[in-house]
Nanobody, 126 residues
Framework: QVRLVESGGGLVQAGGSLRLSCAAS????????MGWFRQAQGKEREFVAA????????YYAGSVKDRFTISRDHAKNTVYLQMNSLKPEDTAVYHC???????????????????WGQGTQVTVSS
């Protein structure tokens, strides 16, 4: 329904920063809530951050609050995740997600109406 393509992952030292981008394509993509989830090896996928379609409301997991910032550019149909003060425990595959019904409070995208990106690897060395 909406195609999501992430970029910006890579290897960074602890304390460093990265900015992830997720470009959405599709006629209705601008009205989708968008967010980020991550999954580390051997662990369950977890919520990271989300932003509503207007870009006025944001949500963060407690583990990234005050370190990560989610934002979006409607003109470019792109959502960003600025990650600062990165820690080794932030190492994971980060997936962009979109859902027309919202992703507030850590809600995962609908299996029928939501979309997932392919993921981008973020590795933080100690």
């Amino acid at each position: 329904q909406v195609r999501l393509v992430e970029s910006g992952g890579g290897l960074v030292q602890a304390g460093g920063s990265l900015r992830l981008s997720c470009a959405a394509s599709g006629r209705t993509s601008s009205s989708y809530a968008m967010g980020w989830f991550r999954q580390a090896q051997g662990k369950e996928r977890e919520f990271v951050a989300a932003i509503d379609w207007r870009g006025s409301n944001t949500y963060y997991a407690g583990s990234v609050k005050d370190r990560f910032t989610i934002s979006r550019d409607h003109a470019k149909n792109t959502v960003y995740l600025q990650m600062n003060s990165l820690k080794p425990e932030d190492t994971a595959v980060y997936h962009c997600a979109a859902d027309p019904d919202g992703l507030g409070y850590g809600r995962e995208p609908s299996e029928t109406r939501g979309s997932w990106g392919q993921g981008t690897q973020v590795t933080v060395s100690s």
